[in-house]
């Protein structure tokens, strides 16, 4: 049986940090990082944007090259999937049978896609987009199609909308709420990116409830929805969210549910366990304690580097401000805190100008801001929420008063 002083479950963009930012903070031992997909550490954002589009070659989106984890001696066992975890005999399984030992085990699984639960849900043609092989199998159904449903008015349905409404094809996107982007923003962002889809020919539909996907020799070929209306496509992509990947750990006895419960230090309730990234599930001080998970690039990052400095000698919590982007278009969404619980909203800057930021106060203080093409107030406006001023919303809103005097 292998045995590694640090093993990391799962090579994604928590596992990856954690590796090097452990390596950075000299530490010696021996490290592994398994992971069940093919490919070493790449990044996940461009999946729905330019690698989706094409424009880059998945060689640029590696999060390092090949070489550099056989510099630092980690140990990269992709491939492998791992199905428990003995927290008394500290070694895991794998789906292959074998048994790898660990002194301190990091969790950074990350989640799979939620899929739909209807008839039709798992016909050739209904994509979800989470791993490099998702898309290049959808990009390889691209030629054959000409009308793509989305299923799901997130990030990442919308981010795939506009690349697709770019390489031509007509797309249809599904909210079954009464707007987009319900569950992160505000309704004026949902306004405005419902009506810049429309505007580029994206029929966007709200409140819309999928039925089930019509097929036709085995494939998808339209999407019926509640009132029997159907929408006839060649592909449909399927944005509902994720399911986070801790189903071995809460086997093993860890706290949890939706995500595995971690304290400020990342530590899960089994002992020497860590989680990190999308699946960590944890009290957040930019709402107010509240426990969440926050699928996020950076959270992975700030989480692994928090637990490599504890592994490190210097016990670290992790309390990181979050923040988040998106691309749609020549739009960039820049995301900074959480408007959880927000109690007003303030416009900066007009939204025809295609150029403003929204921000989201709760009894006064900004607690987070939505900056559409708006890097200025992005980069000023992150002090009002890691400070949590409470400035004159007046000022706020007049885009003559630069954030930072405020
Ligand atoms: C299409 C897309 C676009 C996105 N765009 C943005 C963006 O613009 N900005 C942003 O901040 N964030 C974005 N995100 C979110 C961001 O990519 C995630 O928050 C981030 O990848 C989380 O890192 P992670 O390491 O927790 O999980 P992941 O990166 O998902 O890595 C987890 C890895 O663990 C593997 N794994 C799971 N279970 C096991 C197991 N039992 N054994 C072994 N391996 C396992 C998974 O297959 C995966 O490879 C996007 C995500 C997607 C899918």
Redesign the pocket.
């Known amino acids: 049986m292998s045995r590694y002083d640090i093993l990391i479950?799962?090579?994604?963009?928590?596992?990856?940090?954690a590796a090097i930012a452990l390596r950075q903070n000299k530490y010696e031992g021996s490290i592994a990082i398994?992971?069940?997909?093919p490919?070493i550490?790449y990044?996940?954002?461009?999946?729905?944007?330019d690698f989706?589009a094409g424009e880059k070659p998945f060689e640029r989106i590696l999060i390092r090259p090949a070489a550099f984890w056989a510099e630092r001696e980690i140990a990269m066992l992709t491939g492998?999937?791992?199905?428990s975890v003995d927290p008394a005999a500290h070694e895991v399984t794998?789906a292959d049978g074998e048994a790898i030992g660990y002194g301190t085990l990091i969790w950074?699984?990350?989640?799979?896609?939620r899929s739909l639960i209807c008839s039709g849900h798992d016909l050739a043609g209904v994509h979800a987009?989470?791993?490099r092989a998702d898309?290049e199998r959808l990009m390889r159904e691209l030629a054959a199609t000409q009308r793509v449903v989305v299923i799901g008015g997130g990030?990442?349905g919308l981010?795939?909308a506009a690349v697709l409404t770019k390489l031509g094809k007509k797309v249809t996107v599904l909210e079954a709420l009464d707007r987009v982007l319900a569950r992160v923003a505000g309704a004026p962002l949902s306004r405005f990116y419902e009506a810049e889809h429309r505007a580029h020919g994206v029929d966007v539909r709200l409140g819309a409830m999928v039925e089930c996907i019509e097929e036709q020799g085995g494939r998808a070929v339209g999407v019926r929805l509640a009132g029997d209306e159907l929408l006839p496509c060649e592909m449909v992509i399927v944005?509902i969210g994720?399911i986070p990947?801790v189903?071995?750990l809460l086997a093993a006895g860890a706290d949890g549910g939706n995500g595995v419960r971690v304290d400020a230090l990342c530590r899960t309730t089994l002992p020497d366990i860590f989680a990190?990234?999308?699946?960590?599930l944890h009290a957040n001080a930019f709402a107010d304690g509240a426990e969440l998970r926050?699928?996020?690039?950076?959270?992975?990052n700030d989480m692994?580097n928090a637990v490599a400095k504890t592994l490190t000698g210097l016990p670290t919590e992790y309390h990181a401000v979050p923040?988040?982007?998106?691309?749609q278009y020549d739009l960039r969404l820049q995301t900074v805190g959480l408007s959880i619980g927000y109690d007003a909203i303030v416009t900066r800057g007009d939204p025809a100008s295609r150029s403003f930021s929204l921000l989201y106060l709760k009894q006064g203080r900004v607690i987070a801001l939505d900056c559409v093409n708006a890097v200025r107030d992005y980069v000023q406006g992150r002090t009002l929420v890691v400070e949590g001023k409470s400035p004159d919303p007046a000022r706020l809103a007049d885009p003559a008063v630069v954030l930072k005097e405020l």
């Open positions: 479950v799962g090579a994604g963009h928590a596992g990856a940090q398994v992971g069940d997909e490919e550490p990044e996940r954002p461009p999946l729905s944007k989706l492998k999937r791992v199905v794998t950074a699984a990350g989640g799979s896609p987009i989470r791993t898309v990030y990442i981010e795939a944005g994720i990947a189903a071995p990190i990234g999308d699946c960590a926050l699928e996020s690039v950076q959270n992975a692994a923040w988040f982007w998106s691309n």
